[in-house]
């Protein structure tokens, strides 16, 4: 038997070198690897987790010594800050970044686009500032450098930056940016140089390693940035976006260098000038201002433990101003030692002819001269600090035609203060003025204020410059306040302040006349050992008016957190109380009006509130009305009591504010709910849920004081609501777009008009910016059904039915439907008894423009239906039939369908037929909303106008009937009547020219008839 060989060694050798075969086959085409789309992917994927930011890329190759390129890398984080590139080349490979001394070559980075998110608006009411975390001590924390050395070049070029919104267009674009970025080691500066476009550029080197010998930690570099002609509108258009300021529109030319040395001292020089400087937009009122050339110099520098300014200078043509000096703390225990002093000058004159609009200049003055003058100096000893103010207007004179009017007194300002190791002390504080007065005094220990103003000479100086728009005023207003020491930590404030024999015109369309005001305000401030305010307590204050009074008690308030957040308030009360009949004296007054109807009764609102760091909680909040009477033409509505009561917090820097309770008791309305408002500053969406239970019986008895006193209802029973609507919305559409609500009332019984509706629940639903309200009833043995609705869906809102709405179908007149349905298409139904018929009404079509001139675009058609009709005639149809001699007579309505149109606001109506006996009127024309008319009424000649002989010639005749005036004050037109009687005349005789006894007896029965018929008391109803 012949024996095999064995390969069991030689197999395990194979396997031993596969095993490093494989890892550094790996090795060498890792770099393909990665590149590979599904690989690059799923790297992305977790480098983007990892960071917190979205990444993608297009191709990509990687070498370990021909270089890295990636294509359309994209970067996006969470808050919208994002980064696109066309392509990013590294021109060292991987070997050449591995290793203690890294060399990245030339990265050149093409056409990128940084997108930076723009902010919000900012609020009405900025949210308190955040104070920066206390730094630590200069040269006490050192700047961790890696254990590796870097060197190469970033090269960026035809970038792009870009602050947008989400969703929205760039507004604002900054565009050809390159950047030369150089590093031959770490330890080197790094120097960079840029361009933006062609008008800017800059220079910088920054050294991130101390040099030997210097403290750790401290950067050192320079800065140099040069600028041609730079256009500064686009930086105003994104300044904007931050806060509201006005556009601005100028070049901006020169140049600014900065040191920083590595100790932490650093110096700043330069010159900038701006050439046809531009504003326009907010708070300027339609001024656009223009400053031909405006230069700012400045050379600043802190050397050791000094601030140095050897120059900061602006100049203009209207303003001034300059700094200098030195303050140095070198030495100094407590404070720095010399002097910084700052002057300014303004051209009032110059400045009124830039900006007349926004200074309200009057238009027949001209302002030939006037400067305010300032000047402050800040200086120390090492032991205190002294800062002196003054401020002055001088020579300010306005022409009035040939007239020069000046100031009666120039106005002064000083202040002089210190501040000491004990704390700070004002020496004096004065303003001085023919038509003010203020001075002060003191320091924590002891210090008082006293001002005084005359309205009647502010105003009066005032006027000499400034267009007041009618405003006039007398009256004194005195303030005075008071710091006194209870002990070494406490001080107590007391400010009081009175307004007397005030008369103000022209801010209302009425006068102001005789009122009083007095404020008082008194607290204890607590200190701590170091002098800083810790709490107020003991706060109280009061109000007192001719319209309401006012108390405050019980209030402790502590300063906000250093984090931010609201002063602590605990146990704060307030306590108004009013006259209702002062309140609506003092509204008539300022609106030169008499308010009606007259309104008596008792108003008392309290409330507490407590504020912690970011909550302003109230626990409760109650406004009472007792003895309410509304009384109006000696209709009188009566409410022993109505309560508002709520409960609810307030989150200032949100602005949103919760409301935990929310009910209403009186026994017109209850209601119950809660809800919440947020956005208070500027959106402020109300929601609000809950159950409302109203007595219409008493809504009747509150319409009839206001001459509603046809409507009559009886029900009352609970019924959910829920609402939400922003309050911000001005007018109807505004308030519509967005709001979702619903909410339904019970209505047991109901006369309105003469129709008689039971178990009616009309039902509010809003949503989509309609708002629909439904209701469906059985009336006077027929059926009610009617939607109105309003549409703000387009440009203008509209009230409108749906087309084709039959909303009375059968229903049994009555007296009040007559007058006051049918009476707004033919006023002769005003008045009219019902001795049957039934009705009804289609609605073709109804829009309504809910505006102020709605009469114009008003689009109303249909039709009444009336059936088996006979009515007793009312005032007017009385008065037509006197004129034909049908006194008492009853009159029926033939069954006919009357259709009418309002367009303008007119309401045209197709004729209507009534008869009495074998004769029949007809009456047309237009009634106006307004309550004008302009109607004719053909009437017939009846027999018992004229005798039988004549009555046989005239038998066939008309007369026209012209009623103008108003529905509620009509006339006949004398001169058509004249007119209409006389032409039936002249028809009668031609008639009897064979008969000449017939003819003369016509003649003078006419004549008699004539004039029986024109007395004013036939013709004017």
């Known amino acids: 038997m012949i024996a095999r060989p064995r390969h069991g060694g030689r197999g395990r050798l194979w396997r031993g070198l596969s095993v490093p075969a494989v890892l550094v086959f790996a090795v060498i085409f890792l770099p393909t690897i990665v590149s590979l789309g599904p690989v690059q992917r799923l790297i992305l994927g977790k480098a983007g987790d990892l960071a917190g930011v979205a990444l993608s890329a297009g191709d990509c190759a990687l070498g370990w010594v021909g270089g890295i390129r990636v294509k359309n890398l994209a970067v996006r984080d969470p808050g919208g800050f994002s980064l696109r590139a066309e392509e990013i080349s590294v021109s060292s490979g991987l070997l050449r970044l591995i290793g203690r001394r890294a060399d990245i070559g030339v990265v050149r980075i093409v056409s990128p686009t940084v997108s930076v998110p723009l902010p919000e ?69 790094l120097r960079l140089t840029g361009r933006m476009g062609r008008e800017a550029s800059v220079e910088a080197e920054v050294r991130l390693v101390p040099e030997a010998g210097s403290a750790p930690g401290r950067l050192a570099g320079r800065l140099a940035v040069r600028v041609s002609r730079l256009d500064l509108a686009p930086f105003g258009g994104l300044a904007r976006q931050y806060a509201p300021l006005p556009e601005v529109r100028g070049v901006l030319s020169g140049e600014v260098d900065a040191a920083l040395s590595g100790g932490g001292e650093w110096t700043a020089r330069g010159k900038l000038d701006a050439a046809g400087l531009g504003l326009r937009g907010h708070g300027l009122r339609g001024d656009e201002p223009e400053i031909e050339a405006l230069s700012v110099d400045f050379d600043v520098a802190r050397r050791s433990n000094a601030v140095v300014v050897s120059r900061c200078a602006l100049t203009s043509a209207l303003v001034a101003a300059q700094i200098s000096g030195a303050l140095d703390a070198t030495g100094a225990t407590d404070f720095p030692s010399g002097m910084l002093t700052a002057t300014a000058r303004v051209d009032v004159a110059a400045l009124a002819a830039q900006i007349p609009d926004t200074l309200a200049v009057r238009d027949d003055a001209t302002l030939r001269s006037g400067e305010m003058l300032m000047h402050a100096s800040l200086g120390g000893d090492g032991t205190r600090l002294s800062l002196r103010g003054r401020a002055e207007t001088r020579d300010i004179e306005a022409v009035h035609g040939e007239r020069v009017i000046a100031m009666e007194e120039p106005l002064r300002v000083a202040v002089d203060a210190q501040m000491t190791r004990e704390g700070p002390v004002l020496e004096r504080l004065e303003l001085a003025s023919s038509f003010a007065r203020v001075s002060g005094a003191g320091d924590l220990g002891q210090a008082s204020l006293t001002g005084s103003l005359d309205l009647q000479k502010a105003l009066r100086e005032a006027a000499k410059f400034v267009d007041l728009k009618g405003i006039t005023a007398t009256g004194t207003v005195e303030v005075s306040a008071l710091l006194g020491g209870l002990a070494r930590q406490e001080r107590r404030i007391a400010v009081n302040a009175a307004a007397r024999d005030l008369s103000i015109a022209g801010l209302t369309p009425g006068l102001i006349a005789n009122a009083a005001l007095l404020v008082r305000l008194a607290g204890v401030l607590r200190l701590t050992a170091s002098g800083a305010p810790e709490a107020f307590t003991e706060v109280s204050g009061a109000v007192e008016s001719d319209v309401l009074n006012a108390e405050l008690g019980a209030v402790r308030l502590a300063p906000a957190p250093a984090s931010g957040g609201l002063p602590s308030v605990t146990a704060g009360r307030l306590r108004i109380v009013s006259r209702l009949e002062d309140i609506a004296r003092f509204a008539g007054a300022a609106a030169a009006t008499n308010i009606t109807p007259d309104v008596r009764g008792t108003l008392t609102v309290e409330a507490t509130v407590d504020a912690e760091a970011d909550v302003l909680t109230i626990p409760t909040f109650r406004a009472d009305v007792t003895n309410l009477v509304i009384e109006k033409a000696g209709r009188t509505f009566a409410q022993p009591r109505a309560g508002l009561s709520a409960s609810g917090r307030l989150y200032p820097s949100r602005g949103d504010l919760v409301l935990d309770t929310l009910a209403l008791s009186s026994d017109l309305l209850n209601l119950a709910g809660a809800g919440s408002v947020e956005d208070i500053r500027n959106d402020r969406l109300l929601h609000l849920a809950g159950v409302t239970e109203c007595d219409v019986g008493r809504v009747a008895e509150l319409l009839t004081v206001f001459g509603q006193s046809g409507i009559r209802m009886r029900g009352r029973a609970p019924r959910p609501f829920q609402a939400r609507v922003s309050l911000a919305g001005r007018g109807v559409r505004e308030l ?202 053909e009437v017939p000649v009846t027999e018992g106008m004229v005798n039988a002989d004549v009555y046989r010639y005239v038998a066939d005749a008309r007369l026209k009937v012209i009623i103008r005036g108003t529905v509620t004050e009509p006339e006949i037109s004398r001169r058509s009547l004249d007119e209409s009687l006389g032409e039936l005349l002249r028809q009668a005789a031609q008639k009897a020219l064979l008969d000449e006894k017939a003819r003369k007896a016509l003649i003078d029965q006419g004549s008699k008839v004539l004039d029986e018929l024109l007395k004013d008391r036939r013709i004017r109803f």
């Open 736 to 937: 519509l777009a967005g709001a979702e609500a619903e909410a339904g009332v019970f209505i047991e019984q109901a006369e309105l008009f003469g129709i008689a509706l039971s178990k009616l629940e009309p039902r509010l639903v809003v949503g989509h910016s309609v708002a629909t309200l439904k209701a469906e009833a059985d009336v006077n043995g027929g059926r009610l059904s009617m939607a109105p609705f309003v549409d703000a869906r387009d440009e203008t809102a509209v009230l409108a039915m749906p087309e084709g709405s039959q909303v009375l179908r059968d229903v049994r007149l009555t007296d009040e439907m007559a007058s006051e349905l049918l009476g707004l298409l033919h006023p002769l139904f005003k008045g009219c008894t019902v001795l049957g018929g039934r009705i009804g009404l289609l609605l073709e079509e109804c829009r309504v423009p809910i505006e102020d001139d709605f009469r114009r675009g008003m689009n109303i058609g249909g039709a009444i239906n009336l059936r088996e009709v006979r009515v007793k005639p009312g005032y007017m149809l009385t008065r037509v039939f006197e004129i034909i001699s049908l006194q008492g007579a009853a009159a029926v309505v033939p069954d006919q369908d009357v259709k009418f149109v309002c367009r303008a606001g007119r309401v045209k109506a197709t004729p209507l037929k009534i008869v009495s006996g074998p004769y029949q009127i007809t009456v047309s024309g237009t009634v106006g909303v307004d309550g004008s008319l302009d109607y004719v009424a």
């Open 121 to 189: 608006p900012p609020p009405a009411t900025p949210a308190p500032p955040v104070e920066p975390a206390p730094s630590a001590p200069a040269g006490a924390r050192s700047l961790r450098v890696p254990g590796i050395d870097l060197r190469g070049r970033v090269e960026i070029v035809g970038g792009r930056v870009e602050f947008a919104r989400p969703g929205a267009p760039p507004e604002f674009t900054a565009a050809e940016i390159s950047l030369d970025l150089r590093a031959d080691s770490l330890a080197e500066p």
